[in-house]
């Protein structure tokens, strides 16, 4: 986890010192193409502690910290103003994009110990709702398997039933 940090850290330096210019859509769109992929792709799987997305968010702070006139913002309006999304909400976004590719592979939903269930609505819709194996201990409690099947029950009908995954996202 430090090492994904502190690798963020030295690219968001390097964009600080290497480039001149302070303006939003250099720095967001040098933030998107270096430092974003290095915190989303190497965040450990599963990622659920407040600990560790508070520090996976630390080198986004700093870098909007640094764009002129935005600098005095909190941090959720500097979010807004660059039009960019926190760290945590990336990752809910990555655990239901995983969600709807696992429906769509068996070997997948093996992998992971998911199941379809039928919807026990009066209406009788297509629903596709997931449930999982019940564990004993409450360490497994945010593992994926674990996970994916409360946040996917949570969608509305018309996002579950989304033919691609352009649609889904």
């Given at each position: 986890?430090?090492?994904?940090?502190?690798?963020?850290?030295?690219?968001?330096?390097?964009?600080?010192?290497?480039?001149?210019?302070?303006?939003?859509?250099v720095i967001v769109?040098?933030?998107?193409?270096?430092?974003?992929?290095?915190?989303?792709?190497?965040?450990?799987?599963?990622?659920?502690?407040?600990?560790?997305?508070?520090?996976?968010?630390?080198?986004?702070?700093f870098l909007t910290?640094?764009?002129?006139?935005?600098?005095?913002?909190?941090?959720?309006?500097?979010?807004?103003?660059?039009?960019?999304?926190?760290?945590?909400?990336?990752?809910?976004?990555?655990?239901?994009?995983?969600?709807?590719?696992?429906?769509?592979?068996?070997?997948?939903?093996?992998?992971?110990?998911?199941?379809?269930?039928?919807?026990?609505?009066?209406?009788?819709?297509?629903?596709?709702?997931?449930?999982?194996?019940?564990?004993?201990?409450?360490?497994?409690?945010?593992?994926?398997?674990?996970?994916?099947?409360?946040?996917?029950?949570?969608?509305?009908?018309?996002?579950?039933?989304?033919?691609?995954?352009?649609?889904?996202?």
């Amino acid at each position: 986890m430090s090492i994904i940090v502190r690798t963020s850290f030295y690219v968001v330096h390097l964009i600080n010192k290497g480039v001149a210019s302070r303006s939003k859509e250099v720095i967001v769109a040098l933030y998107s193409a270096f430092t974003r992929l290095i915190i989303e792709y190497n965040a450990p799987f599963g990622m659920y502690l407040t600990r560790h997305i508070q520090q996976l968010e630390c080198p986004q702070r700093f870098l909007t910290k640094s764009i002129q006139g935005i600098s005095n913002m909190s941090y959720a309006d500097r979010l807004k103003a660059l039009s960019l999304y926190s760290v945590s909400y990336r990752l809910l976004r990555g655990d239901l994009c995983l969600a709807y590719r696992a429906l769509s592979s068996a070997t997948l939903m093996d992998l992971l110990h998911i199941h379809k269930t039928n919807s026990t609505r009066i209406t009788h819709s297509k629903d596709i709702n997931l449930a999982c194996d019940i564990n004993r201990t409450c360490w497994r409690d945010r593992y994926v398997s674990q996970r994916l099947p409360c946040l996917w029950n949570r969608l509305p009908i018309h996002v579950k039933q989304s033919s691609f995954l352009t649609q889904f996202v």
